[in-house]
């Protein structure tokens, strides 16, 4: 396995032409050697390669993409083993990964963000004005704001999928059916189809979901199923259609998609998943996550799929202000905003992750991150990070949940957080 590794190793994509490579305008990101920013280019990727081997060596993830940017240049974007244990497909650095929770800070809340700027979007209005079925009960009172920080106590999660199953582990037909129709056209797998209306099913879950008698911080994802219905009332365009034509296209950012293999071919897409449990196969290219699958894929809670260049060009555009070359898209006082710490004891901005209020353990960030930094992680071994006191960006994506979600190695290793305080220590510790 190690000499197998090895061989992958020295096969990684090099640093050759790209096509960024010579055309790095003011506020675009481009290539350049780790030398130019005065780091040992020989140690910055002996550091790295260490920590990521040593994470395939001991099943923590087949491959992955590693991608470090210092005030719009990038000084390290490498692809590392497999896309899968098998073996047969090597990772480059333009395939797709699922992007699970990244979903939220890269979809959601950027959309989220134009809404607010535009006055559509009021962070300390009740809920209920946006999404009147939270009108009904004790939801009627929360904020907005509470809501994006994970101050609102709702649910962290409801498994919408084991209500439809059978005590024989068979779907019951009201919900899902073995073939597809016009009242059945949601695609879960190409024999399993879920009801068209099912939305409605989910949304009347969450608005019956329980929720903390005394608000405090609670991570939940409920409220980003939401989200995308109201985007589109305010915006008048579908979720998906909103976000490729008003920031993923204007940016560059091709790769960032829902039902990616409607765009790309299957080799280009890493697989998540041997699903043993809800869809019974292997996931490769439809979204890992239950809940988001029976949304139809498309979600703000997760599904988006993308590479981590283009993951990095939205990042970038976040470091800059809201711009990314001649293209606007927000101001620099909303992104101040959202980024922020908003409750005492809450380590989460609106949308954002940030690292922890307490030492020693900072969260999935680099202990030497700044307090202004923020992003998320992602739960198929996924994680982005912006720093804007130290203009750096980070990416890492990976499938950790192949074969299945109980390989934890990438916590157990410390593997995300370890990658990214290379970046800090060759940088900034010199």
């Given amino acids: 396995m190690k000499n197998q590794i090895l061989v992958c190793f020295l096969f990684l994509i ?10 790095h ?10 030398i130019e920013l005065g780091v040992d280019s020989l140690l910055l990727h002996k550091k790295v390669d260490s920590i990521v081997i040593r994470g395939m060596e001991e099943g923590a993830f087949p491959g992955c993409q590693v991608l470090a940017a210092h005030r ?22 333009g395939d797709l ?24 979007l009021r962070l300390d209005t009740p809920m209920a004005v946006y999404w009147p079925d939270f ?8 904020t907005v704001r509470e809501v994006l920080a994970h101050q609102a106590g709702l649910q962290p999660y409801i498994t919408y999928y084991e209500r439809e199953k059978k005590r024989n582990g068979s779907f019951r037909p009201r919900a899902i059916r073995t073939d597809s129709s016009d009242a059945f056209s949601i695609r879960l797998t190409d024999s399993l ?43 008048g365009l579908p979720f998906e259609s909103y976000l490729r034509d008003s920031l993923y296209l204007p940016i560059g950012a091709h790769s960032l998609c829902f039902h990616p293999l409607e765009k790309f071919p299957a080799s280009q897409i890493v697989p998540t998943e041997r699903d043993s449990f809800f869809r019974y196969q292997l996931l490769h290219g439809s979204v ?12 703000g809670n997760a599904g988006l799929f993308g590479n981590s260049l283009d993951l990095a060009r939205l990042l970038q555009l976040y470091l800059n202000g809201g711009s990314y070359g001649a293209y606007h898209f927000l101001q620099d006082s909303t992104l101040k905003t959202f980024s922020a710490y908003q409750y005492a004891g809450n380590r989460r901005a609106l949308g954002f992750d940030k690292p922890r209020l307490s030492e020693p353990e900072r969260g999935y960030a680099a202990p030497s991150a700044s307090m202004s930094s923020y992003g998320h992680s992602g739960y198929t071994g996924t994680m982005c990070w912006v720093d804007p006191e130290k203009e750096l960006i980070f990416v890492f994506l990976s499938n950790r949940v192949y074969p299945t979600r109980g390989q934890r190695g990438i916590y157990q290793l410390n593997i995300r957080p370890s990658i990214h305080e290379v970046m800090y220590e060759l940088l900034f510790q010199r």
């Fill in 25 to 34: 305008l003011a506020d675009t990101l481009c290539y350049i050697s780790p």
């Fill in 97 to 120: 990964y699922d992007l699970a929770s990244l979903t939220k800070v890269s979809a959601a809340t950027p959309a989220l963000m134009k809404l607010y700027e535009q006055g559509q």
């Fill in 72 to 93: 719009g240049r990038i000084f390290f974007h490498k692809a590392y083993g497999f896309h899968t244990y098998e073996q047969q497909r090597p990772v480059r650095r």
């Fill in 135 to 142: 009108s009904r009960n004790r939801k009627r009172h929360i």
């Fill in 193 to 235: 189809w879920l009801r068209t209306d099912y939305q409605a099913q989910i949304y009347k879950r969450i608005r019956r979901s329980w929720l903390k008698p005394r608000q405090g911080y609670v991570y939940s994802g409920l409220a980003f199923y939401l989200f995308p219905e109201i985007i589109r009332q305010q915006t």
């Fill in 288 to 299: 890992h996550d239950e809940g988001a699958a029976m949304m139809g894929g498309v979600s």
């Fill in 14 to 23: 090099s640093f050759g032409k790209s096509p960024l490579s010579g055309q």
